[in-house]
């Protein structure tokens, strides 16, 4: 019986986080970030997890003025057209004051999630109601089955 091979893998294993452990102790004071976790296995064994660092600006909402982007700025134009169209003290008010509530919906919006305008959009996509059957290419005999359909008589 062979019971060499698992000691030399063991060794090997160790060969390879010792530069790790070399250059955390000659780093500066400064603690640095580990890319690595070790989990022991079963006969004692090391292995090394590597960890993915994800950066804010990599995840973070596209947001302007505290709201979605897109939406602030769409409201904005529609205000400035709106304004520059009749160019009167009425009009100029209105599409300040129509710009004012939407950004505040927007953020508000926002505060409560910064994707919402993403799921509502694919919410209109769904249909009302999804009848219980064993595939979606059956047709369906009954009609108006819906809870949400109006009743006709």
Not at 86 to 98: E, N, S
């Amino acid at each position: 019986m062979n019971f060499s091979a698992p000691f030399y893998f063991a060794y090997w294993l160790l060969l390879l986080s010792l530069p790790q452990k070399i250059h955390s102790l000659l780093s500066d004071s400064r603690r640095e970030p580990k890319s690595h976790s070790r989990t022991v296995l079963p006969m004692g064994l090391f292995m090394a997890l590597r960890r993915v660092t994800l950066h804010r600006a990599g995840i973070r909402p596209h947001l302007f003025l505290g709201g979605d982007r897109e939406l602030v700025l769409f409201s904005g134009l529609i205000a400035c057209v709106l304004i520059f169209a009749c160019f009167q003290v009425v009009t100029i008010i209105t599409g300040i004051a129509l710009w004012m509530v939407a950004l505040f919906c927007f953020r508000r919006m926002a505060k409560a999630d910064p994707r919402m305008r993403y799921v509502y959009m694919r919410q209109l996509l769904y249909r009302r109601y999804y009848p219980a059957r064993s595939t979606p290419f059956r047709d369906n005999r009954r009609l108006n089955i819906s809870a949400f359909a109006k009743k006709t008589k």
